[in-house]
């Protein structure tokens, strides 16, 4: 009898290792990442270097936040890129055309981002169309939208967008205040709210929410418009750092957005993932594998196979840890 | 105190052309327990929904407290004071308890900031009143077993302040320990002055706990009449609109040699060497409470759960690897207590249903690749005909249309026509109507008689007394106790064992 | 009575197609003469091949992201080996080897996503993405980015050639997509990849191993990219890493306008085939029109939600009754 | 039941919206040939076309021939107007291309010629079915700017089969099929002979450390830009250092982490190379965030140099913040295209035109090229 409970006790203790494991084995790779690119390059790690990474991060990073919101209520959003083109557009047209005061234009991104949310939870939630085919239609017509507003050509905007690119607060950029500021918030909306905490209800089970009085399709359309607007936000605020807006702009950073939520501890099958630290990890650690690969002079060609890889790492990590449900 | 809390008159609803309520007149008295009780597909769901504000009705009228009461939402039924214990729990596995009990009123300053303490406080006040002190207010449900989240549920309904309480089945899924505190706080509510309404398969606890019966046949409500002038024969008759003269059929077997033997199973945490053996033509009986690792018993030796050790032999032969696929191959077949989830293909036809685990044998002529479809529409007429199974055309209507009864029917179908020798059945007659339990017991008393070995998990003591041989009793993932039908059947014996034989 | 039913339970699919196919052919100046069609005809072929393999990953609840990227990857690496101004000189025996090297790499990379989420369980859309970008990456390396051409004399003939107005490469289309129908409806698996999309646990407990059969999905999809590649080869006459760049919208777009379930266990391959072609006649016919690119992205965009809508109140309506 | 009328009603209003749509752009397509363009640019055209006169000569070849193209229209009038061209381009993502567009656009216009285009948004396969749904639709000459040269090749080969004249704009098709004119610049040998300028307006014993950032990998412009910078640079190893090497896929954000990045790891780095003018806004946004944007010859002054000859790169320059631009002339380059395809269809000889390009410097804008504004 001793003997089996010893026995049961050393496999907890395995079991607890390898849990503890798999529980941080994003951290590990992150680490084991930051130590490679540390000894190849020692500038890697210094406080200036950790900062840019920050700051590339925050603008994509916002619209990572947007997607957890989805991404707990079991949904995904592929038109956030296009979103962000659009919105950028709209901010971009009131600042050059009309010349209006840089809040206002992020204010009107806010809003057009917030409609291409709600057409998303519209679908999603009241004709009840799968979201990934919903928002895959939304992107084709946010970007055919944007590129006949643009009329396909690349949009300067006005000089003053530079004082916000290049703002600084105590050194640190402050985009990187914003970044913050929404991960703050967006974590207490949805840890210390009733909000927040029925948006995890619903990604757990939808129509055990519905039966339960809380407005499941309502909640869950929020979550949508919650991720349209942060895009807009996105949408304006690379606009701003960038100057310009490309006809290819933000082309492809869903596929970014996505697996940045994915590796910072979201769940496709909803009702999982801290905004804080999950969503700064994730993007941060994607925009790290950029500026690492930069910094040590790596061939241009690399790019994309390295970051498929730590996707992949990353995810395989993650499932391993859950590979005892069947889903 | 006769005065009336709830009462419904001529209420009708339906769905599209088929109306599935067609006049339900009810009353429910202040501090009385009503037990409603009726066949699968009688309406009592759609009833309740209509009550609970899921649903809206199409005609008649709902007075609550005298009052006309129309709920548009569940919102407006919760702030009516109408709570509900479902039967499937609905509670968010990704939450804490206390999350879920305030899920829809949490406290919050001006800001919209949730107040946890205070939470925190009304919990484990609530959760004491219901004599679950034992579970944390801040555990994860997922971490919980299934009595306590049952507890969990009730404590939902107290939260409300609800005057009226609806229980829908919520005994399922319960030992009988867990059971009999149900019934306590049951009673505790009455004495508080709360109604109750108790839906329920067994009678048995509708006899002993209510005050008063309805019956519900198709829509509509047959008769409601004192618990204390009620006999189960008329009960049952209203119920089915028949008479059913024995519940249990019997038939001539002859039992023969071992051939299915489990050994020394092993699974980390649960299971230390569990064995079990089973002869042809056998019915054997698991009985456990909840908790006991029946199912996950089951699970382990069909390779749905991981097994660390031990074997599974059939015939002197050993099974491995012990997987689904290949457990399946060597003829044994395992019948789960969730449908709808794990039995069935709902959106699919009764035809592919019932040929999905013989697929390969339905294969044109030796080949590897190519189906025989005429071969399978043959094997699926013969099923449905052979098996009773209501259906206007097996090819086309799909499984989710049918009732519970002929979908478990069509989850037998499957696997009788995979003729597999082992038959590891749980909770078979789960949610099942009783004219359709005698049907499903008549399939597997003739399982017994081809010869099949069949191992029966249930929870109700007096149907495997009535089915089955030979009794095996579990408690703390152990067999305890052993019966056999001649000579020592007595539900107290079963219940001692199932207890931990220390009565 | 009779006639008006089987009408009725035509899929929708048809219909939009001869619709839109007869309205073309009456009002789009140009469309309707043989040469026009046979354009037609050979730009749909890869965009059905890739379609049709697509269809059984979303047939089990999935997606499959590589295969585009496959697509360009074997162009560029097939066609190295076949070209002229390759090691081998163009020679029969090069052109065969490209040939099965170009199959052997979809089936490769569909080997490895089917091993990854069957194994490892991780979410199709991830897999799959991270090994676009991979496979992409290897597409870039592989070539430096240039694009590889020089195509055997017998091999551009199969590309060009026709019977009649139907090209050999819808031939090859077609085949795949006979093939896929034959798979899905006609043999173990397809019965398995419908109990798999329907319901995982019920078909795992029925001894259909969704691993088996979901890992068999990939392998098969990686397959029809292959496939796809050659076909791109011979079309293009050329193999570029930018193949497929835009065309993972136009491969979901006729697998959903086909009325096939995003969440898996329904759809047909026939209409994922009318949805490749109804698909690709728009293009076609906007741009015949001249509309603006960016009015096609809308409309198209707009079409799949509006067919995605369509089909659910189909759905409901049936489930209705 | 109400649900399911408004989800009907809904359907039905979707379809309908479809086909308006569908319909309104059927009539915006063909008027928009009619119409020009409201361009706000367009403006900067005409000024562009004469400025390369005096210092080039092989633009001022160039411009001779457009005049006497434009006399040669002139008298072709009638039989112009029963012209329609198709252009198809590969995509309209940087101002060298909104140039182009809005030239051939206007000059059509000028000349009565009938305007339908297509973008293929740099995906080659598209830009193959767009083309050969020009020849579906019958026009009478097709100018494509290809996304890449090669892969064009099958689709000019059924032009070809179908009599339809092809003029290749910008970039030259690969072998294997027949082109009326090719109207085009060697990208690669313009930033050849972009980087021989550098040096030879450098003072001896600069040191040059560079970062290279790279178009899109898929794009065989980008890497023929590439390949022209690397190897030139090579053959000065005395005078260039190349530090790092970033892949932008033509997009703004990854060019400007590519800046900051680089930065970060290695503070020398003195000397930008910008394969087009569209990533120089995010090139200068990147390095006003690093306070590192100070004019030619102030201290801390990074070497900018770029491809193509957009407005704001020229303005740049002569505001003193970018050293070099190699300027392709897309305005005259449009112009002979039209000319060549009108001459085409009218049965024409074809005389193929090289735009070998000019350079525009901090140096040189002054004096040779003041009157130059880039487009």
Known sequence: MEKVTARAGKAAEGKRAKELFMDYGIYVILAAMIVFFTVQKPNFLTISNILLILRTSSVLGIACVGMFFVLIVAGIDISVSMNMYISAVVGGTLLNNMGMPLIVCFIASCLCGLVIGAINGFFVTKVKIVPFIVTLATYSVARGMALFLTNQQMMFLDNKVMGLASAKFLGISAFVFIFLAVVIIAHIVLTCTQFGRQLYACGNNLQGANKMGINGPRTVWFAYMICGTLCGIAGMLSACNLGVINPNFSQGDEFVVISSSIIGGASLFGGKGRVFPGAIIGIVMVQAIINGLTMIGASAYVYTIFRGVIIFLAVMVDSIKFSGEIR | MSEIALELKHITKSFGDVQVLKDITLTLKKGHTLGLVGENGAGKSTMMNVLGGIYQKNSGEIFLDGKEYTPASPKDAGASGIAFVQQELNLFTNLSVTENLFITDMPKNKLGIVNRREMRRTVEEKLKEVGAEEISPETIIASLPMGQRQLVEITKSIMAEAKIIIFDEPTTSLSNTEKEKLFGIINKMKEQGKSIIFISHILEDVFTHTDEIAVLRDGEIISQRKTSEADAATIIKEMVGRELTNIYPTCEKTIGEVVFETKDICQEGRFDKVSLSVREGEIVGIFGLMGAGRTEYLRCIFGLDPMSSGEVIYRGKRIQPVEPENCIENGMALITENRREEGLLLPKTLRENIVLSSLKSHRKGNGRFFMNAGKERESTAKMTEELRIKTFDPNEQTAGTLSGGNQQKVVFAKWVLSDPRVFLLDEPTKGVDVGAKYEIYTIIQDLAKQKSAVIMVSSEVEELMGVCDRILVMNNNRFTGELTKDEDYSAEEIMKYAVGGAV | ?321 | MKKEMLRKAFGIAMASVMAISMVGCGGGGSSSSAAPASEPKSSAAPEASSAPEEPSSAASEASSAVESAVSAASEAGAEASDITIGVSWCAIESQMWAEYQNTIKAECESLGVTYTESVAENDVQKQNQQIEDFISQGVDAIIIAPADGEAVVSAIQECNEANIPVIMANRAAGEGCEVYATISSDNKAMVKREIEYIVSITPEGTKYRCLELVGSLTDVNAIARQEGFEETIAEYPDMFELVSTVPTEWKGDQALAGVQNTFSADDTVNFIFSPSDALLPSIISGLQQLDKYAKVGEDGHITLVTFDGAADAVDAIREGYVDVVSVQDATNQAKLCVQAAVDAAAGKEAQDYTDAGFEVSSQNIESEYADFTGY
């Open chain 3, 1 to 321: 009575m009779n006639t008006l039913k089987k009408l009725k339970s035509i899929d929708a699919i048809y219909w939009f197609v001869a619709v839109f196919f007869i309205a073309a052919l009456i009002f789009v100046p140009g469309f309707a003469n043989l040469a026009a069609l046979e354009r037609l005809l050979s730009q749909g072929c890869v965009l059905i091949i890739l379609a049709c393999g697509v269809h059984l990953t979303v047939l089990n609840g999935g997606v499959d992201f590589t295969s585009t990227a496959l697509l360009a990857l074997t162009t560029v690496v097939g066609g190295s080996i076949m070209s002229t101004k390759g090691p081998l000189g163009g020679s029969a025996g090069a052109l065969f080897l490209g040939l099965l090297v170009m199959v052997l790499l979809g089936l490769g990379f569909g080997i490895i996503n089917g091993f990854s989420i069957t194994t490892f369980k991780m979410p199709s859309f991830i897999v799959t993405m991270a090994t676009q970008m991979i496979v992409n990456g290897l597409a870039v390396v592989y070539t430096g980015g240039a694009s590889v051409t020089g195509m055997p004399s017998a091999f551009a003939k199969f590309g060009k050639g026709s019977i009649f107005i139907f090209p050999y490469l819808l031939i090859v289309a077609i085949g795949v997509a006979v093939v896929m129908h034959v798979i899905t409806t006609k043999t173990l698996f397809g019965r398995q990849l419908y109990a798999v999309g329907t319901n995982h646990k019920a078909a795992l407990i029925s001894g259909v191993s969704p691993r088996k059969t979901i890992f068999k999905a990939y392998v098969l999809s990686g397959i029809c990219a292959g496939i796809a590649g050659i076909v791109m080869l011979a079309y293009m006459q050329s193999g570029s890493v930018n193949y497929g760049a835009t065309m993972f919208n136009d491969i979901m777009g006729s697998i959903i306008v086909g009325g096939t379930s995003p969440a898996g266990g329904r759809g047909k391959i026939a209409n994922t085939v009318m949805g490749a072609l109804l698909i690709n006649m728009i293009d076609s016919v906007l741009n015949i029109l001249g509309i603006p690119y960016y009015f096609i992205t809308l409309i198209k965009g707009l079409i799949i939600l509006v067919a995605a809508s369509i089909d659910l109140i189909r759905m409901e309506r049936k489930a209705a009754r």
